[in-house]
């Protein structure tokens, strides 16, 4: 069973800066890549940043200058790290791990930014 339990979500106001986690095991950690996506609800689940195992990083144009995803291998964590935040990145946002042609997800944490 693959668990990816995340945190750091809230709500900041515009301008603002958060830290999202997703930690799992390090059986996992190993070989996936690592990425948070976010979703509107009644909208499609978009890309915000992945990580694959060799640190080599992908962003959506939306945040690119303003996210950064990291990944500690030691920890087992994968982080997101959220500079300028708008009112247009308040979203549920979703780790997930990708390996053996299978996408896992984590629960959702729910970032909120007001203007």
């Known amino acids: 069973q693959v668990q990816l339990v995340e945190s750091g979500g809230g709500l900041v106001q515009a301008g603002g800066s958060l830290r999202l986690s997703c930690a799992t095991s390090?059986?996992?950690?190993?070989?996936?890549?690592m990425g948070w996506y976010r979703q509107t609800p009644g909208k499609q689940r978009e890309l915000v940043a992945v990580i694959n195992t060799g640190g080599r990083t992908n962003y959506a144009d939306s945040v690119t200058g303003r996210f950064t995803i990291s990944r500690d291998n030691v920890k087992n964590t994968v982080y997101l790290q959220m500079n300028s935040l708008k009112p247009e990145d308040t979203d549920v946002y979703y780790c997930?791990?990708?390996?053996?042609?299978?996408?896992?997800w984590g629960k959702g944490t729910l970032v909120t930014v007001s203007s």
């Open positions: 390090g059986s996992i950690f190993r070989i996936a890549a």
């Open positions: 997930s791990a990708n390996f053996g042609g299978m996408n896992y």
